[in-house]
């Protein structure tokens, strides 16, 4: 979902009689929220995930009879969008997934409003959102509290359905309808906790969490993946998949990686995409996958070994930044959602990583042009002028 902007939505292409003939009316969905204990409804995308939208065709009642209904035209479009950025903000690329379609009748509606997870603690200790939280320990018991907001249909917590992620792995959980527990051990380095909360009508709302491990019992061994975080438009972007001590067995998935960019090699179901180039260090036995997992995103999956072990750089994952790409509405996006590896002694450990976006940037370069003119006045003497800077843009 677009985070930046805040698109307010419409329903469109349905159609009522004016008099004389149909004519489409288009109106706004909203959403329902809670607001210092208050039911609010919302006009504009201010949330990551699912949430349940409405339309109001109450007003319309006095332009539908028996002899014209109220019609949505066969052939056409159901539903269309059109946003204005917040705050006077550019162009913003998003993805929206539309289900569950419903057509309510009269006042008793169904839950339309999102349960709300209050709180995401790890050993008595609540996360920072920062990501900024370090522990000394890899034993760790996760305690997510949650509630249904109050409101005319609320419908309560579906326990059954909470669920917690930790580093990408689904973890059974224990719990009801006010908060659940897990309790798994972690090795040293970066991980993440994703909480997904449902309520009795189906509304979801999940939350991730990021912190840190460094306990003095676990391994010394590192492994992490990134860049330098500078994109430019034309260039290359390379990432690292690097170990800190030394590592004998290295496994990592990255989800929602952006297919605008990479090399042009792959498609899918007839429809082209990107996916990034591979290479792994000299005597790494490493292989990799990357497939495409729906619109603009794809999924890398690789592995790394070394009997005698691995240290520093194991693998550089490339991806080519086309100069078409527009630096306003095009990110290079990816998600860490697990690094698991082993050192010489046997021990494991784990990271992940929460949602990456990387902007791109382009550079100007600025030459100098010297221009030569005789004096008016015949003279043996020549008399120079530096002209103004022409710019121009390098790819």
Not at 81 to 91: K, Q
Not at 297 to 312: I, N, R
Request: glycine share 10%; proline share 4%; aromatic share 8%.
């Amino acid at each position: 979902m677009p985070r930046r902007a805040r698109p307010a939505k419409r329903l469109g292409d349905v159609a009522v009689w004016n008099g004389s003939g149909y004519s489409t009316k288009n109106l706004k969905l909203v959403h329902k929220t809670v607001v210092d204990g208050v039911e609010t409804e919302i006009n504009s995308i201010d949330w990551v995930g699912w949430m349940y939208c409405y339309a109001d065709l109450t007003d319309l009642h006095t332009s539908i009879t028996a002899e014209h209904p109220m019609k949505i035209r066969q052939g056409e479009g159901f539903l269309w969008l059109s946003y204005t950025p917040a705050n006077g903000e550019g162009r913003y690329n998003g993805t929206l997934y539309f289900d569950d379609y419903r057509v309510v009748y009269g006042t008793n509606l169904d839950d339309l409003i999102n349960p709300v997870i209050d709180s995401i603690s790890v050993n008595g200790t609540e996360l920072a959102k920062d990501g900024s939280t370090t522990l000394d320990t890899g034993d760790v018991e996760i305690t997510a509290t949650f509630s249904d907001p109050e409101s005319q249909n609320r419908s309560g917590i579906d326990a059954t359905a909470t669920a917690f992620f930790i580093d990408g792995v689904n973890i059974l959980a224990d719990g009801d309808e006010n908060a659940a527990t897990t309790r798994t051990t972690l090795g040293n380095g970066h991980h993440t906790v994703r909480i997904q909360i449902t309520d009795g009508g189906g509304n979801t709302v999940e939350q991730t969490r990021e912190f840190e491990v460094n306990a003095k019992n676990a391994t010394n061994a590192k492994v992490t993946f990134g860049g330098n975080g500078i994109v430019t438009l034309g260039g290359n972007y390379e990432m690292k998949l690097t170990a800190t001590g030394t590592v004998k067995h290295v496994e990592m998935t990255v989800v929602d990686v952006n297919t605008d960019f990479g090399t042009l090699t792959q498609t899918a179901g007839g429809a082209s995409y990107r996916a990034p180039v591979v290479t792994f260090a000299d005597g790494v036995e490493g292989s990799f996958e990357f497939v495409s997992t729906g619109y603009k995103k794809g999924k890398l999956v690789l592995t790394a070994d070394k009997a005698d072990g691995m240290t520093g750089d194991i693998a550089t994952v490339s991806f080519e930044v086309p100069a078409t790409v527009d630096p306003e509405v095009d990110h290079l996006k990816y998600r860490v959602t697990n690094i698991s590896f082993t050192d010489l002694s046997g021990k494991t450990g784990t990271d992940a990583y929460g949602y990456t976006v990387l902007d791109v940037t382009a550079y100007y370069s600025i030459s100098i042009g010297r221009h030569w003119s005789a004096d008016p006045a015949p003279s043996p003497s020549m008399t120079s002028r530096v002209s103004p800077p022409r710019m121009s843009r390098s790819s």
